[in-house]
């Protein structure tokens, strides 16, 4: 099974800091990759597909990079609003997996 | 957007039996990709199980392998997970999803979650 590492799993930053979040495959997973945002006590909702992709809807301060074995999130400049956690997804396998997440919290 | 509903979660002794279902309100459900994907409580995301459009072809995550199975009736607009043999650690907010395509790469519409919790 292809493992996703997420780094880092919490960060704490401030209104309008730019805050990069990565995601590192164990085997060459192509740009196969979404980016979920989710809020405490609500579903998923997903930002980024096909790693560098920007659903549509949601602001273009999120973006994502990258392919192989190697992706970044990036929020532009951090506003309240984002505060919430956030996890990679990959679908090279038959079967979805997810990062362990990454807690981004307002210094 | 599409609409997701899940049903069915409650608190289940373990070794028992559950089954929660799912209706999605997409005009052409027939045409999606349709997951279960659970959460423990302050924990990260699993997937669970993933049905293909037609029903075809369904995978499993190996935690759940052998015990739950997923399944899907197009005319209702509905998929189910049947869970079997229910352990402790199967407690968990269980979301239905829909795929943006007919198989099972980008889980799109989440309904808001069922709560199972699997105790004596």
């Known amino acids: 099974d292809i493992q996703m590492t997420q780094s880092p799993s919490s960060l704490s930053a401030s209104v309008g800091d730019r805050v990069t979040i990565t995601c590192q495959a164990s085997q060459d997973i192509n740009d196969y990759l979404n980016w979920y945002q989710q809020k405490p006590g609500k579903a998923p909702k997903l930002l980024i597909y096909?790693?560098?992709h920007l659903e549509s809807g949601v602001p273009s301060r999120f973006s994502g990079s990258g392919s192989g074995t190697d992706f970044t999130f990036t929020i532009s400049s951090l506003q309240p609003e984002d505060i919430a956690t956030y996890y990679c997804q990959h679908y090279y396998d038959l079967m979805i997996t997810f990062g362990q997440g990454t807690r981004l919290e307002i210094k | 957007q599409v609409q997701v509903v899940e049903s069915g979660g409650g608190v289940v002794q373990p070794g028992r039996s559950l089954r929660l279902s799912c209706v999605a309100s997409a005009a052409a459900f027939s045409n999606y990709g349709m997951h279960w994907i659970r959460q423990a409580p302050g924990k990260g995301l699993e997937g669970v199980a993933v049905i293909w459009y037609d029903g075809t072809n369904r995978y499993y995550g190996d935690s759940v392998k052998g015990r739950f199975t997923i399944s899907r009736d197009n005319s209702k607009k509905t998929v189910y997970l049947q869970m079997n043999s229910l352990r402790a650690e199967d407690s968990a907010v269980y979301y239905c999803a829909r795929d943006r395509g007919g198989r099972h790469s980008h889980p799109i519409d989440w309904g808001q979650g069922t709560l199972v919790i699997v105790s004596s």
């Open positions: 096909d790693a560098s």
